[in-house]
């Protein structure tokens, strides 16, 4: 089991280098939304998916496939892409629509997360839905593992953090050891204050309030579940593969 004195949380991109992550596994949280979203599709039978930092990535591994076999994806400050086939928002993200599909996203924070990420012995994605999966993957870990929020463009976000400390709260059953990381104790501490209202809080946060004009009511009360999902989406040589499908 990963343990909690030796784990840390990252509370934004920007907020760490690539090389600390070396030697090191990681989850990515974006719970709004490009994780929800990503977990989403892999439960209803997207074949893998490829997450990428810029629009043009996406673009360029998109004319290296069958037009049939693919589908562009993702947002651009929270606005769906012209020319993509989905945006970001998880509840797209159908068995109708992706079944079988490989998926190429793009978003403005979980993306290039997951990319910065890159030097990690092992990458998960994680967020409410699939909460339970996350837990039992670090139980598998002896390495040091970092929660890492995507947040938004820099800075953390209320979302993200409250995932993280769910995380870390199931982990040590609700007692916090003494002898963790400054950003174990802030992610747990916020998750105690919040834990009983995650879909009020969650819904009041700056990442909400700037989606709101943007995207489906549906999106909030959806990333908000806990365990609906069990999918463990694991990175291996730049893809996403469900590693529990
Ligand atoms: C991101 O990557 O920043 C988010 O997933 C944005 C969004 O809500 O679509």
Request: proline content about 2%; aromatic content about 8%; glycine content about 8%.
């Amino acid at each position: 089991m990963a343990r909690l004195e030796y784990m840390d949380v990252y509370f934004s991109v920007q907020a760490f280098q690539e090389e600390d992550l070396r030697g090191k596994s990681a989850v990515i949280i974006d719970v709004l939304r490009a994780a929800s979203s990503m977990v989403t599709a892999l439960n209803n039978g997207a074949r893998k998916i490829i997450p990428v930092g810029a629009m043009e990535d996406a673009v360029r591994i998109a004319q290296t496939m069958d037009a049939k076999d693919y589908l562009l994806c993702g947002e651009q400050n929270g606005n769906t892409i012209e020319g993509f086939h989905l945006g970001n928002s998880p509840l797209e993200y159908t068995k109708e629509v992706v079944a079988d599909k490989t998926l190429i996203i793009n978003t403005t924070n979980g993306t290039k997360a997951i990319k910065k990420a890159s030097l990690a012995n092992k990458i998960y994605v994680g967020c409410f839905l699939n909460q339970q999966s996350i837990l039992e993957g670090l139980k598998e870990h002896d390495d040091d593992v970092v929660l890492i929020c995507s947040g938004w463009q820099g800075k953390m976000s209320l979302e993200d953090t409250l995932f993280a400390g769910s995380v870390i709260y199931e982990m040590c059953e609700g007692k916090l050891p003494e002898n963790t990381k400054d950003g174990v104790k802030i992610a747990f501490s916020l998750y105690e204050k919040y834990k009983e209202n995650l879909e009020q809080s969650i819904g009041t946060s700056d990442h909400a309030i700037r989606l709101k004009e943007l995207v489906p009511d549906g999106d909030i009360p959806f990333v908000c579940q806990k365990n609906k999902f069990d999918v463990l989406p694991t990175m291996k040589d730049g893809i996403l593969i469900n590693f529990n499908g």
